[in-house]
């Protein structure tokens, strides 16, 4: 089983509508988690982080947190051709590795359709 | 802040052959990262300085690979005798001491 595990996609919604990016983690231990969005070519940009259950917003974005259910969400709002790109799942701190090193899942491609 | 910055951004090399990839960290973040990312996959860690020491390497960092922080700043990554897999694109990240990682543009290396 991955430690990190994400729907690889693609997931494709239509310009307007809420994009909803699912991740699941393996490892009670981890207690940060983070989104990073990764255009093509490109290198991951930090969308958001979350640390304690519920919600968190920023913007069109919302992350969500269950710890008890070992998951994370990334919601989308108002989707925009601009959010087309790949979406990754990290988290801080398994049993495995290192307290401070990202596990990343494989990513989530997302298309905006105009 | 400037960010993170690598360089060089691309490298083509011959099986065999070292390459040396340089990483200048966000000024005063104390922590630097290095991972490396295949096609279709997340970025995997390879190794994490805190200031100069080298805290962390992953069981994927064989002995042909080494890094470097000399006096904690910017850091080097090398790569000896290079392999066909070495292919990928090599991500360098830095933070202070809040966990998150802000990442670099990257270097794309290929081994022909």
């Known amino acids: 089983q991955k430690e990190v595990e994400q729907n690889s996609g693609p997931l494709s919604v239509p310009e307007g509508a809420i994009a909803s990016l699912n991740c699941t983690y393996s490892d009670r231990v981890s207690q940060s988690f983070f989104w990073y969005r990764q255009y093509s070519g490109k290198s991951p940009e930090l969308i958001m982080s979350?640390?304690?259950?519920g919600d968190k917003e920023d913007g069109r974005f919302t992350a969500q947190l269950n710890k008890a259910s070992q998951y994370v969400s990334l919601l989308i709002r108002d989707s925009q051709p601009s959010d087309s790109a790949t979406y990754l799942c990290?988290?801080?701190?398994?049993?495995?590795?290192?307290?401070?090193?990202?596990?990343f899942g494989s990513g989530t491609q997302l298309t905006v359709l105009p | 802040d400037t960010g993170v910055s690598q360089d060089p951004r691309h490298k083509i090399t011959k099986r065999g052959q070292n390459v040396t990839f340089r990483c200048d960290p966000i000024s005063e973040h104390n922590r630097l990262y290095w991972y490396r990312q295949t096609l279709g996959q997340g970025p995997e860690f390879l190794t994490y300085?805190?200031?100069?020491?080298?805290?962390?390497k992953s069981r994927l960092l064989s002995d042909r690979f080494s890094a470097e922080r000399p006096k904690g700043s910017f850091s080097t990554l090398e790569i000896q005798r290079t392999e066909q897999g070495d292919s990928a694109m090599y991500l360098c990240?830095?933070?202070?001491?809040?966990?998150?990682?802000?990442f670099g543009p990257g270097t794309r290396l290929t081994v022909l």
């Open positions: 300085f805190q200031n100069e020491a080298q805290l962390e």
């Open positions: 990290a988290v801080m701190g398994t049993s495995s590795g290192s307290a401070r090193q990202l596990t």
């Open positions: 979350i640390y304690s259950n």
């Open positions: 990240a830095s933070s202070r001491a809040t966990d998150t990682q802000y």
